[in-house]
């Protein structure tokens, strides 16, 4: 029969300990995981039946694309899908919302799942700089647990939930490519 209770001189007391914060951690990870837009959850991969009205056609790579505040869509028949942008696409003004961080003294800009660096006045969307702390990662990843440590993968972008300050955040451990 398994024990439920664990004494102090069992061997075991350890897991006492190690399942509450395990609960904890994948629970305030699940509530602060995804990144709001404009009051909507904007997931990769949804498809749309109108692009935005505000969107401005751009082209990059021989693909056109729908730019909306940060999001990015492509004509998918006659529907549209968010997607994520091309590394080397550049804009003038990053979206409102956007996080500065800073990795061995350079400055990154982060929103919803973009990573984005400055050169002669544009940003330039880039791979994340492994080892980054951001807020949040963008919704329509995979999550998983190992050994009560939460991660998460979206468009090839390895996240780990880590504690901050006391604060949940999320640490670039693999970028793809």
Known sequence: MKK???????????????????????WVGKMSAHQPVRGAVVTRGAIVTTAPRSGAWVSFGGTRYIYDGGVYYRPHGKSYVVVTPPIGFR???????YTTFYVGGLPYYYYAGTYYIT???????????????????PKGGKESVIDCNTFYEVDGIQYQAVLEDGAIWYKVIKAKG
């Open 4 to 26: 439920l209770f664990y004494s102090e001189n069992s061997r075991d007391s350890k897991a006492l300990f190690i399942l509450p914060i395990c609960i904890a951690t994948l």
């Open 91 to 97: 804009l003038r003004i990053l979206p409102a919302g």
């Open 119 to 137: 050169r002669d006045e544009d940003y330039i969307v880039v791979q994340p700089p492994v080892g980054a702390l951001v807020e949040s990662v």
